[in-house]
């Protein structure tokens, strides 16, 4: 399929690689007391003041705390990863992803994930390298098989790519990561009536997922660009 740009399609189409956000919990605004001091009575205790709380520690914070206090605990190591790759912070994204394969080199997510962040920096051909061996550790997987499809679009490896898409879509007829891949490759063509069709897909197999709200604006884009073809 040839890059074509006849129409903007909406800006968020990849998000095939988005990943979770985890959001800082917010600070809480300092109380103060109303109550007025008793009354003095030469008898009676003092009181101590109650301590102030402490400050919250955000989920990376937290996380880099754990890591560099221990930086051999697998789990610790992959949420700093993805909490990386969520704040847009490649290198140290890939770094800690790295170490957390070399602790378990078969785990899915870490394999899909560090094939995620070396996408992020261009690195379509190391990125496939981890993608396929996520699938080699669990073939079929939905996951590592629409982004695989994604970066070989990306690198104009489109045969290979559909291909896969399509087949994910005979094996898993409800894979929805499929359908809006392939959405992606029929809004690039111009094929806008296909990419619709496979976006509704979207919409209505998983209409809760971050897919399906990036194919409502997507869709509703298409449609009108069509639309005023028509009335053109």
């Known amino acids: 399929m040839k890059l074509r740009a006849a129409v903007p399609v909406a800006v968020g189409i990849f998000l095939m690689f988005a990943l979770p956000a985890f959001a800082a919990t917010e600070k809480p605004a300092a109380s103060k007391s109303t109550a007025k001091p008793a009354a003095a009575k030469p ?5 101590a003041p ?25 789990d610790n190591l992959y949420e700093l990863g993805v909490l990386y790759l969520d704040r847009e912070r490649t290198p140290e994204a890939t ?6 394969v070399s602790i378990r080199p078969n785990d899915l997510k870490a394999l899909v994930n560090l094939g995620a962040a070396y996408d992020a920096v261009g690195a379509g051909s190391s990125a496939q390298a981890y ?3 996520a699938l080699a550790v669990s ?7 629409c982004r695989l499809a994604s970066s ?7 045969k290979e790519s559909i291909g896969l898409l399509r087949k994910l879509i005979v094996d898993k007829p409800r894979s929805h990561c499929a359908y809006f891949t392939l959405g992606v490759a029929f809004a690039d063509a111009g094929l806008y009536r296909d990419a619709i069709r496979s976006w509704q897909k979207v919409v209505e197999y998983a209409p ?8 409502r604006e997507s869709i509703e884009v298409l449609s009108k660009y069509l639309t005023g073809q028509v009335g053109q």
């Open 43 to 47: 008898a009676a205790p003092k009181t």
């Open 50 to 74: 109650a301590p102030a709380p402490a400050a919250p520690v955000d989920s990376l914070t937290r996380m880099e705390r754990a890591v560099a206090k221990d930086s051999t605990n697998f």
């Open 95 to 100: 770094r800690v992803l790295e170490k957390a």
């Open 131 to 133: 993608y396929r061996r």
């Open 139 to 145: 073939p079929g997987d939905s996951v590592a098989t």
């Open 152 to 158: 070989l679009y990306a690198q104009q490896n489109y």
């Open 208 to 215: 809760e997922s971050a897919e399906a709200v990036s194919a």
